[in-house]
T-cell receptor, first 116, second 107 residues
Framework: GAVVSQHPSRVICKSGTSVKIECRSLDFQATTMFWYRQFPKQSLMLMATSNEGSKATYEQGVEKDKFLINHASLTLSTLTVTSAHPEDSSFYIC????????????FGQGTRLTVV | RKEVEQDPGPFNVPEGATVAFNCTYSNSASQSFFWYRQDCRKEPKLLMSVYSSGNEDGRFTAQLNRASQYISLLIRDSKLSDSATYLCVVNFNKFYFGSGTKLNVKP
């Protein structure tokens, strides 16, 4: 199956700093990438959808200036958590989908962010 | 109303049991449907797609009822290794996840 690589898998940062998470599709062109956040014992919550070469679409309640998403190529999307605070500590997962809209999404391994 | 709703469980069943999960969705224009499995602290992995005519993959059977807007997953002859959280996913331009149903299969 298709492979999506997400990096880093785990990061600890100080409050006020920024953290960048990368999501790469390794063997297919990801026209659409999704970013999710999952708090403990809760479901995956869609944060934003990005299409290659265009601005991301953010879900209601997600601050676009805090969670910067860049999808500059068909194989790479990045999520930058700016001025991170302890409440941003969560499990962030990306997923990628190819050109056919009905194909399933493939997930990265996830990034566990801890802000101290 | 949430786009996708699931019973969170947990469902505690003995090995060998048959267990079924349901999931309802709100958007009648939803295009495709999936069941994912998520183990603790891991990323979700595709278990199976759900087709209108229903589909089976070994011990797993998925069904879709568009009229009532729900999908189901049936697991037969449960194994200990089936213990996980099962996520219902509905696609209408974006992928929306249910909260997941936790399954515990006990010896």
């Amino acid at each position: 199956g298709a492979v999506v690589s997400q990096h880093p898998s785990r990061v600890i940062c100080k409050s006020g700093t920024s953290v960048k998470i990368e999501c790469r599709s390794l063997d297919f062109q990801a026209t659409t990438m999704f970013w999710y956040r999952q708090f403990p014992k809760q479901s995956l919550m869609l944060m934003a959808t990005s299409n290659e070469g265009s601005k991301a679409t953010y879900e209601q309640g997600v601050e676009k200036d805090k969670f910067l998403i860049n999808h500059a190529s068909l194989t790479l999307s990045t999520l930058t958590v700016t001025s991170a605070h302890p409440e941003d500590s969560s499990f962030y997962i990306c997923s990628a989908r190819g050109g056919n809209e009905v194909t399933e999404a493939f997930f990265g391994q996830g990034t566990r962010l801890t802000v101290v | 109303r949430k786009e996708v709703e699931q019973d969170p469980g947990p469902f505690n069943v003995p090995e060998g049991a048959t267990v079924a999960f349901n999931c309802t969705y709100s958007n009648s224009a939803s295009q495709s449907f999936f069941w994912y499995r998520q183990d603790c602290r891991k990323e979700p992995k595709l278990l199976m797609s759900v087709y209108s005519s229903g589909n089976e993959d070994g011990r797993f059977t998925a069904q879709l009822n568009r009229a009532s807007q729900y999908i189901s997953l049936l697991i037969r002859d449960s194994k200990l290794s089936d213990s996980a959280t099962y996520l219902c996913v509905v696609n209408f331009n974006k992928f929306y996840f249910g909260s997941g149903t936790k399954l515990n299969v006990k010896p």
